[in-house]
């Protein structure tokens, strides 16, 4: 059985040591009794060493971003090592919006979770289509094109430390998720491609999380299918309340 695993990407908001502070003073008591889901924030770098506060509780850190080099002259980098010293667990890997916005490529993402791996960080690795894309039919050919270049050369062991976030982009901050048909029909869809590459017991590990406009009132229909193992949240991460609704809807799902 997969272990459910709920993500809260901040993205560029709640940076800065108080903002953070507030939402966390709520959102820990809120979830405090939530034992089988895996809860990850990702909050800003600035905010992250306020945020090691939930080192004590059940709730993770993840960054959402890093530099697959360790140190030396990358000029607004942020070293897996810093990260490691600040305790975190997770890394959110190939973004749409560091992929779209910041030109970020498979063959990079590929560099970024090796290190991260090497470094024992959890990568959380981002896939998803275009609206034309997938209005052209082409999703799967890009979902396949993603996974053999972000998943480039790596081993059985290894892809089975990585979370996958499907998140069609279309779907992400639009408030226009993808119906849990949608959402499940591409999760299947990777489970055959990590089949096709690896094996069944690596087809049935590997947990894909949903990602894209996820909020409390369609958490739990989308949680409700198989091939959905959570969700990788934007927008309603950023206010405890929503969140925590959205981790107790994963919860019923078990
Ligand atoms: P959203 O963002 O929930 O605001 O759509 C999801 C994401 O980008 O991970």
Redesign the pocket.
Known sequence: MRRPII?G?W?MNRGSPESAREMLQELIPLVKKVKKVDIVIAPPFTALQEASVVKVTNIKLGAQNMYFEEKGAYTGEISPIFLKALGIDYV?LG???RRNIFGESDELINKKIKKALEMGLIPIV?IGEHLEERKAGKTEIIIEKQINGTFADLNKKEIMKIVI?Y?PIW?????E?ATPEQAAEVHQFIRSLLNDKYDEKVAQSVRIQY?????PHNALELFQKADIDG???????LEAESFAEIIKAVEKTI
């Open positions: 993500g990407n993205k959110i973004h749409s919006e981002c976030a998140e779907a992400i901050g639009t408030g998720t990602g894209g406009s996820v909020k969700g990788l949240v934007g927008g309603a991460s």
